[in-house]
């Protein structure tokens, strides 16, 4: 019961850092391109390299990498973790499982969005 707490507790930490990094991101670089979802997934990746190496050398408190890895980066971008899995796929020589893991979250990740954006412009204007 204490993980789901601190990974609840780390997730609303990453969500508001999400919403400041993203509010600032777009303030300086402006509306006209997605800068805040870009700096959050650059900025998580870095996060969670930098942290995964400091967790190696030096192993976190059991209670920590939830409340880090899950909770907070978890909720300030997925990514993060995406990225990390397949880094560690490639440096663990499976240049093959990490060249799907890549084409297949980015291939069927965008067909998701388009399946569904098409799944509910099509059962709304069933209902119409």
Known sequence: ?????????GGAVGALLRYGASGVAYRIGGAGFPWGTLTVNL?????????????????????VSPFLFVGVLGAFTTFSTYTLESFNLFREGDIR?????LVASNGLGLAAVILGFWTTRTLLGLIR
């Open 1 to 9: 019961m204490v993980k789901f707490v601190l990974i609840a507790a």
């Open 97 to 101: 499982l990490g060249l799907i893991n």
């Open 43 to 63: 900025l998580g990746s870095f996060l969670i390299g930098l942290l995964w190496v400091l967790a190696e050398r030096y192993p976190f408190n059991p209670r």
